[in-house]
T-cell receptor, first 111, second 113 residues
Framework: RKEVEQDPGPFNVPEGATVAFNCTYS??????FFWYRQDCRKEPKLLMS?????NEDGRFTAQLNRASQYISLLIRDSKLSDSATYLC????????????WGLGTSLAVNP | SAVISQKPSRDICQRGTSLTIQCQVD?????MFWYRQQPGQSLTLIAT?????????ESGFVIDKFPISRPNLTFSTLTVSNMSPEDSSIYLC??????????FGQGTRLTVV
């Protein structure tokens, strides 16, 4: 089983739709969780951290479920500019602070 | 957030040659990493660049092929040695800030012919 798993998609949605991505992780001792966004031919950029209590940033909501070992990203009122690959990232316990990356979920928002 | 300048942004190289990629961070960071990303794939960690000591390589990557330098807390280089077409990829450097927040250079798109 991969350490971090995501549905690769692609998710094709119309503008204005609400779309949700899930990401599961295998190590119950994982400590930090993030969503990154990667546009085509660009480097990944931090979208948001994921906190235990859940957090929201505008149209984006991230949640963590430690019991089931998954994190989610919800995008409301999707825009054409939201089209990208969304990468789930987990860090595990220990001093090396290595980031474990999911393969990413592709989102295409259509007019 | 840290700003990372990575160069070159792209290169086309002959097989058997070597290319050195540089990353400069605008602030001191404790951790720097080098990744490779094949088309349509996620990031694969090559190594952790350790300041003042040898890099820590992941399984499948060795120092002779990917020598790394990190002379200080703001700069690192990755060399892709004795290149073959299989080395064609995007190479990304990354730095950690704060609570494991990763920031990336713009990437180097390498094509080996």
């Amino acid at each position: 089983r991969k350490e971090v798993e995501q549905d690769p998609g692609p998710f094709n949605v119309p503008e204005g739709a609400t779309v949700a991505f899930n990401c599961t992780y295998s190590n119950s001792a994982s400590q930090s969780f993030f969503w990154y966004r990667q546009d085509c031919r660009k480097e990944p950029k931090l979208l948001m951290s994921v906190y235990s209590s859940g957090n929201e940033d505008g149209r984006f909501t991230a949640q963590l479920n430690r019991a089931s070992q998954y994190i989610s990203l919800l995008i409301r009122d999707s825009k054409l500019s939201d089209s990208a690959t969304y990468l789930c990232v987990v860090t595990n316990a220990g001093n090396n602070r290595k980031l474990i990356w999911g393969l990413g979920t592709s989102l295409a928002v259509n007019p | 957030s840290a700003v990372i300048s990575q160069k070159p942004s792209r290169d086309i190289c002959q097989r058997g040659t070597s290319l050195t990629i540089q990353c400069q961070v605008d602030s001191q960071v404790t951790m720097m990493f080098w990744y490779r990303q094949q088309p349509g794939q996620s990031l694969t960690l090559i190594a952790t660049a350790n300041q003042g000591s040898e890099a820590t390589y992941e399984s499948g990557f060795v120092i002779d092929k990917f020598p790394i330098s990190r002379p200080n807390l703001t700069f690192s280089t990755l060399t892709v040695s004795n290149m073959s077409p299989e080395d064609s990829s995007i190479y990304l450097c990354s730095a950690l800030q704060g609570a494991n927040l990763a920031f990336f250079g713009q990437g180097t798109r390498l094509t080996v012919v």
